[in-house]
């Protein structure tokens, strides 16, 4: 007999791949009580670095899956972004300030962690849920769907695990998105950019990061990952001939990024980069989510975080189906918001980036430089730029769930200080939201709501939370109302008047 505990033959959510997007799903779906079991076919979790860069809107996330502190406690955050000029002895050439962002946002900047840390924290994160099981060695290899569920097959056989849902997180050569036969449709850059990690034990660790080395013969950048650990990016203006790197080539970098002495290199390679998506992120009862669903530029680093926040969106969309909700209005409206916000924001704003910093001549890229200075320098217009690069800048647009006559459907919660009646330091709204759709009940002049439609209510008022920041009330126009919060931290309405709330409230909840 086995010591092995049985594996699960029936599972309510299934979710294909370990990577940063189906751990964060089986963690959203744990926190709101949903058991799911993730399969994935690497035989233990990621040891590389990859995505290095963890945005603001992926970091709301986290706080309210109660996992922000730790992921603070072991990256390295950056509130000023500050690109150092190494041809210049690292003077500035370019400075984001995120702190710009208090008002709306907490600790904003830029955390620095590799994403084999994140997968770390978030599978021990989701282990201790003790509500989902997660399966090495398990490669998904058939997937069929009936009006009633889908069943999938794993390579080593076995019964097949059947499921009420399937999410495809297996990365950008998806099996689950190849099996329900969608294109990958886009664009491949003709750049070849050159990663490294290089380790290095000299006075080169202390200096100011981020670098970067402009010639005409390409752009390379460089970034402390954590102490000792650097990350080298070479774009060369020309088409490198061979996928091979060699140490050469990383030690030339190495040395106009840093300056000369010697760097142990981790890992160096090659890499093809691209613009893709999915034309659908649902098929019946499977969806896709992350890398399966959709693929960027990496300059910008928001393409895992964009994964992170599909999650974030889907979670709560199958919980509500699972538990009797109007299933076709809930998942299709995950397709249309999620594909609206990669499309017109992530893809868009990675590929602008891509091509003006990174395909562009030398002189061309100068004058880009002193033109997005000139940019930043605008107060309103840095505003909008520190928002887009921090991923708070994207709101949905109307969906099967969020109706475009309701005001303020589909904005991101802002995250502004709170106090309490009795003069504490105050303490962020998203600190006081737990898992699942809140009401937010502003009123200064009116009592407050009796039998509010939900059971998680938020009384901003006298006696209650102030909100000094005016935020809430600004999305109210200034006056006393109601805002429904989704349990995706987006707004799904905002009203003034309590008569129909209740069928509001299940409307935009996508309850049957
Ligand atoms: C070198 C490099 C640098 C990068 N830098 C950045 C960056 O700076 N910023 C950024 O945002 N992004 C970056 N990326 C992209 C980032 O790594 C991805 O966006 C991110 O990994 C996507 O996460 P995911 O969970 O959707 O997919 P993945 O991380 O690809 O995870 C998919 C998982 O599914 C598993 N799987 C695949 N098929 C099956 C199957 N049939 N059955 C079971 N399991 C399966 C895989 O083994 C894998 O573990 C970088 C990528 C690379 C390669």
Known sequence: MSDLPPEPSRTPVAIVGAGPTGLSLALALARLGVRSVVLEKRSAPGIHSKAVGIHVRTREYFRLWGIEETFLREGTLLPDFILRNAA????????????????????????????????????AAVEATGLCEVLFDAEVVELSQRDSGVALRRREG??????????????????????LGLAFEGAT??????????????????LPWPRV?????????????????????????REPESDEVSEEEVGDRVEELLGPGPAE???ASRFRIHRRASPRFREGRVLLAGDAAHIHSPVGGQGMNAGVQDAANLAWKLA???????????????????????????????DFLTKVFMQAPAPLRGAALLLFRAVLACPRTRKTILRRMSMIGSDYPASPLLDAHESAAGLRLPNPLLHGSDG????????????GAVLLDVAEKRPFLTEPPIPQVLRIGPGEWRDPSGLLRGILGGRDGYLLVRPDAHIAWARWDAEGIAEATRRALGEG
């Open 158 to 179: 076995g019964p097949p695990l059947q499921a009420d849902f399937v999410v495809g997180c297996d990365g950008a050569a998806s099996f689950v998105r190849h099996a």
């Open 189 to 206: 850059y003709s750049l070849r950019p050159m990663l490294a990690d290089v380790r290095l034990r000299d006075e080169r660790d202390q």
């Open 424 to 435: 504490d330091n105050g303490v962020r709204l998203y600190n006081l939201i737990a898992p």
């Open 213 to 237: 080395f402009s010639a005409s013969r390409g752009l390379s950048f460089s970034l402390r990952i954590r102490p000792g650990l650097w990350r080298i990016v070479h774009l060369a203006r």
């Open 265 to 267: 290199i981790v890992w």
């Open 88 to 123: 210049a002895g690292g003077k500035p050439l370019l400075s984001f300030r995120f702190p710009l962002l208090e008002k709306e946002a907490d600790t904003p900047g830029l955390l620095v962690l590799e994403q084999s840390e994140t997968e770390r924290l978030l599978l």
């Open 320 to 350: 509500a189906a699972l538990r009797g909700g109007d299933r076709e209005r809930l998942l299709d409206s995950y397709d249309v918001e999620r594909r609206a916000v990669v499309v017109e924001h992530v893809s868009r704003f990675t």
